[in-house]
């Protein structure tokens, strides 16, 4: 069987993602034999590569109608590998987050637990994520039911833990502003999740007017 691409191995898991709509997580898997081999599970050294705005995203939880901005997550795992056909590259596990620093959610647990320290009144008004693009740390992967990796926390790397140089180009694509080329750039099926936010409708005039992002914070002496 001939190796998939670089491309194709990296993103073959999200099209399965789309088809379970109640799950918030996915990884990323390389095809062998008709299956889908996960990132292994444990704690692994990771970096921070790609942050993906989705935009406003309209579902349903509980039978109930549910409205949220989600950004996906992802870090590449450099001691875990996938064949391709361009050499071994590093497997990489993805997050879903719905984009905001509640009290209760997901995305402020782990960026705390990251950062190792709480966020600041300040800081919960508005922080700029692309402060964790590049960085590295520990990513705490485990395997659900189905068998597919999911990343339940991330952690900073412990004392005297380095993290190779990234083998992919830490980068960020977000609604707004919006930038043709760079959605291009995105995989077929992130785009269609984006074509389905509120932001792109309004700016395609199907829709209702885009949410307009929260402001930054500067950067203070945390590591991100």
Same mark, same amino acid.
């Given at each position: ?146 068998? *597919? ?7 900073? !790397?412990?004392?005297?833990? $380095?993290?190779? /140089? &990234? +083998?992919?180009? %830490? ?20 785009? *269609? ?7 792109? !409708?309004?700016?395609?005039? $199907?829709?209702? /007017? &885009? +949410?307009?992002? %929260? ?10």
């Amino acid at each position: 069987m001939q190796p998939l691409t670089r491309e194709q191995a990296a993103w073959v898991v999200l099209y399965e993602t789309q088809e379970r709509k109640d799950s918030d997580e996915m990884g990323r898997y390389a095809k062998e034999g008709g299956s889908f081999t996960p990132c292994p599970a444990g704690l692994h050294v990771a970096r921070c590569i790609k942050l993906i705005d989705l935009g406003t995203q309209h579902g349903e939880y509980e039978g109930k109608p549910n409205i949220r901005q989600q950004v996906v997550v992802q870090w590449e795992v450099p001691g875990e590998t996938i064949d391709t056909d361009d050499g071994p590259q590093p497997m990489i596990v993805s997050k879903f987050y719905t984009n905001s620093l509640g009290e209760r959610a997901n995305l402020r647990t782990d960026l705390e637990s990251w950062r190792g320290r709480a966020f600041s009144p300040e800081e919960l008004g508005g922080f700029d994520l692309e402060k964790i693009l590049g960085h590295p740390g520990m990513v705490n992967v485990i395997h659900n039911e189905k068998g *597919k990796a999911q990343v339940k926390g991330v952690m900073p !790397l412990p004392k005297g833990t $380095t993290c190779p /140089p &990234a +083998v992919n180009k %830490p980068t960020a694509f977000w609604v707004e502003p919006w930038d043709d080329n760079a959605y291009l750039q995105l995989p077929d099926g992130f785009r *269609k999740i984006i074509a389905q936010s509120d932001e792109f !409708l309004a700016l395609n005039g $199907t829709g209702k /007017p &885009a +949410v307009k992002a %929260p402001a930054t914070v500067g950067d203070d002496d945390i590591p991100f």
